[in-house]
C-alpha cells in the first residue's frame, strides 16, 4: 500500500494494526477507518476502557474487533475474549466480521454462543478451545452456570449494543457476567444511546472510562432538494445515468465509500460516454490538479470522490450531488450534499439507496432531521424525451449560429441519391447523435422493490468468472455489475459520439466513425513509428487481458497511436491489463476512445 497519499494520517496502517490483520482489511474492501474505528481503535489499544457512542452501520464491529484481534495470544488456548451482543442474528454476525478480520491469523478460534442452538454441540466446541466468544448473554450465563466456560483468563470484555441488550432485559445477566470477569480485564462498551442505565453500569463496571462519540451536525443548507431512489446495486449506474440525463447535471459530483469503486464506477461511466473522473488519496498531487484543472474548466463534468478526497478540493456551484452509495457516517452525508446548493443557488442531492443501505438512509434523516423523499427512477421513454428535447434545441443553435453550417448542406443531397427519404435521413442522424439505445436494464428492473424468480442476486456475491478482487467486501456488495451480459442484449446508454457533439468538440476519425454494436473503441498511444503491426497488438491483448484474439475488431493504426475495438464487455479487462504495459517492449497507454 502507498504511503504517499493524502489519507496518510488516517489509514488503518497509521492506527498501529498489525500486517496480517491489514491484509484482511484490504480484503474486505475497508480503505478507511469510519470515525467510531479512527477515535476507537488507538483508545482500546492502548487499554483503557471504552465507551463508543455511534449511530448502527458505523463499523462499531471492526472498532473492537481489530483491537480484541491484536491482543489474543493463540498459543494460550483460553477464552481471552467475550463480547455479548442482544441477538442471535447479531452474534453471529459480529463473529462473521471478527473472523474475516482474522482471516490470517493462523489457528485463532471464534466461537458464536446463542440460545436456540444445541448447547452440547457449544460445549463440544468450546472443550476444543476458543479464544474469542460472541454470545447473547442469556446462553453464556448458561455456559457460565455450567462451568463449560471459563472467565478466569479473559483480558477483553465487549458489551456491543450496550442500549438494546438492556431493552431486551438482560441487564441482570450482564451485571452477573460482568461480575465474574477477572479484576484487570479491559471493558469496551458501545451504545447508540446513553441512557440513564446505562450510566449506572459503566459507573459499575469501568474504570476511568475513555468516551468516544461520534458527534453530530446539524444540516443548515435548506437549499438542497434531497431525493432517494430504491435501486438495485447492480442497476446503480444505468439509474444515475438517467437522473444526469433527466435533470440535466452538467456539473456533478458522485461520492463513494471506497477508492476502488471511485474507479469502477469511472470506468462505466466512461464506457458509456460520460465525460468522468475520479479523485481519491492514491493519485499523486498533479494528477489530482490535472483532474481538478479539467473539472472546473468543464471538460469533465463529473467527477467521482471518496469524502476523504473530497474534503480536500475547492469546488461550489454544482448542479448536483449523488450519492452512489449511503455513507457510513451522517456526518459524511452532511459534508456530501453541502457540495451543492451552494450561494443561493438550489441544488440536486440525490442517493441511490440498495436494499441493505436502507437503515442507513433512515439513520441519516434521524440525524438531519430531514425527510428525504422518495423518488421514481426516470423511465425509458422519459430519457428519449428529454435526449430528443435537447436534440432540437441543438439543431435549432447550430442552424442560427453556425456560419459555415452550409458546408454540410450538400450531405442532404448525397443521401437522397442513395435513396433516402428526408425522415429517414434525419431519424437516423438523430439515432447517431443521441445516441439512446436499449440496454438490458429494463425499467421495470431498476428498483429493488419488485422480486421475481430467477433475477440476478441482490447482493454481490462472488459470480464465477468474476474478478476477485471485487465483491469481497461487505461494505461494497453488490455495488457492482459484474455480470454484464454480453454485446448480443440491446443497450441504452448514449453513446461517447453523441456526448462529445454536445460538448461541441470536433473529433475526427477516418474509417468507421463508430465501433461497431456491442464493441468499445480503445485508443492506444502506440503507431506506426513505434513500428507495430496489428498481429502485435492482438497478440499483446489477447495475451495480456486473457480473451480470443479472434474477438477483437477493427485496428486502425496511425502514425502517433491506433484505435482498436474489442468487445464492449472485455473492455474493462483489456484497460486493466494493458495500461501501463509494454507491446514490442514500448510501454503503451491505453484509454477508452474520444
Ligand atoms: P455497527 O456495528 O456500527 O452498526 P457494523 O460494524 O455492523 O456497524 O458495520 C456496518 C457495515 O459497514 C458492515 O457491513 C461492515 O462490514 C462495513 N464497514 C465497517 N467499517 C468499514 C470501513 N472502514 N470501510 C468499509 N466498510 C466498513
Ligand atoms: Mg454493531
Known sequence: MSTETIETFETFADLGISETILQALTEMGFVKPSPIQAQGIPAVMQGSD???????GTGKTAAFGIPVLERIDVANNAVQALVLCPTRELAVQVSEEIGRLAKYQKGLRIEAIYGGDSIDRQIRSLKRGVHIVVGTPGRVMDHMERRTLKFDQVRMMVLDEADEMLDMGFREDIESILAEMPEDRQTILFSATMSKPIMSITKRFLTDPVLIKVVRNELTNVNIEQVCFEVKPQAKVEVMTRLIDMYHLKSLLVFCNTKRKVDEIVEDLQLRGYASEGIHGDLRQQQRSNVMSKFKAGVTTILVATDVAARGIDVSGLDGVINYDIPLDEEYYVHRIGRTGRAGMSGKAFSLVARDEKF???????????????????????????????FVETIASTIQESSDADLYLDVLEMLHHSGFSTEQIVGAMAKQIMGVQKNEYSDSNLAWEERRGGERPERGERRSGGDDRRGGSRFERGGRDTDRRGPSTDRFAPRADSRRSEGGREERRTGSATPEAGMTRLFLSLGRKDHILPKDIVGAIAGEANIPGKTIGAIDIYDKFTFVDVPERDARAVLRAMDGNTIKGKPVQIDIAK
Open 50 to 56: 471504552v465507551i463508543g457512542q455511534a449511530q448502527t
Open 360 to 390: 442507513r438512509l433512515k439513520t441519516i434523516e434521524n440525524y438531519t432531521k430531514v425527510k428525504i423523499e422518495k423518488g421514481v427512477i426516470p423511465s425509458f421513454e422519459d430519457i428519449v424525451g428529454v435526449r430528443k428535447a435537447r
